[in-house]
DNA sequence: ACTTGATACTTTGCGCTTCTACACATCGGC
DNA sequence: GCCGATGTGTAGAAGCGCAAAGTATCAAGT
């Protein structure tokens, strides 16, 4: 019983930035932290992971140049912009301010709302 | 500055479920309940709520019979099915882990993964 | 030498969901 | 008579994640 779990609808933008906010670092490395994190909860396809990182790309979230990985190879590390820095606080803040909402309607007792 | 914040796809589901597990409900109330309940952090647009019924109805989840509302009006009131109560535990489970991983990754410091 | 697996990026097309906007109907209050 | 709240519904548009397939390099096994 695999625990993966698909990711909801604009989920992926906010970890990829959180991610990328701790460094730079290349799509590839990207889902495996995450993957690793997140102890396998998380798992981003390459065919998610790609396209979410155009997407943030053209948004001006973040910056990109091709490197020399850590294997040796050419690789596109990717970088925060000061408009995607930004962006991750609210983001960051909108989803805790929803996560809590959403636990605590998933809480509620039989009883129901008082 | 109202803290209104859309959805994430596949969340809108949960929520409805867990609402009608409490008691039938007309889907009108579930929206006001789901608001309430949140404190306007989770506002469902009509064309979302019903929608999301109609499928639920169609996956099996939920039976609705016209009845008589509290004020006196007919309305579709909405019960859960032995197999939505099902459904809603494990997708109840799936956000928990969801959630718990996401909060994970986003409480990250500058110290990354240890 | 061949093949497998890991690394690393790209693209296309499908399917699903949500949102905006509109339409229709009844009821109570002003 | 009109407007807001109650209550259900549809149509169109837009967005996003995923599977799948393709490209390419490199290390390690057989």
């Known amino acids: 019983m695999p625990p993966k779990s698909d990711l909801p609808q604009g989920t992926l933008d906010v970890l990829i930035l959180k991610i ?3 460094g730079p670092v290349h799509g590839y ?3 495996q932290r995450l993957q690793q994190i997140s102890r396998d909860v998380v798992q981003v396809p390459q065919g ?3 396209p979410a990182l155009h997407r943030l790309e053209n948004r001006g979230l ?7 990985s850590e294997t040796g190879r050419e690789a596109k590390f990717y970088s925060l912009t000061s408009k995607g820095r930004k962006h991750l ?9 929803l996560a ?13 709302v008082r």
Chains 1, 2 share one sequence.
């Not at 973040?62 to 490197?67: E, H, R, V």
């Open 62 to 68: 973040l910056t990109a140049d091709w490197k020399e």
């Open 89 to 97: 606080e609210t983001e960051t803040e909108d989803w805790r301010r």
């Open 29 to 31: 490395a990207i889902a």
């Open 48 to 50: 998610s992971l790609y």
């Open 20 to 22: 990328v906010a701790l």
């Open 100 to 112: 809590e909402a959403v636990s605590l309607i998933l809480g509620l007792a039989e009883g129901g």
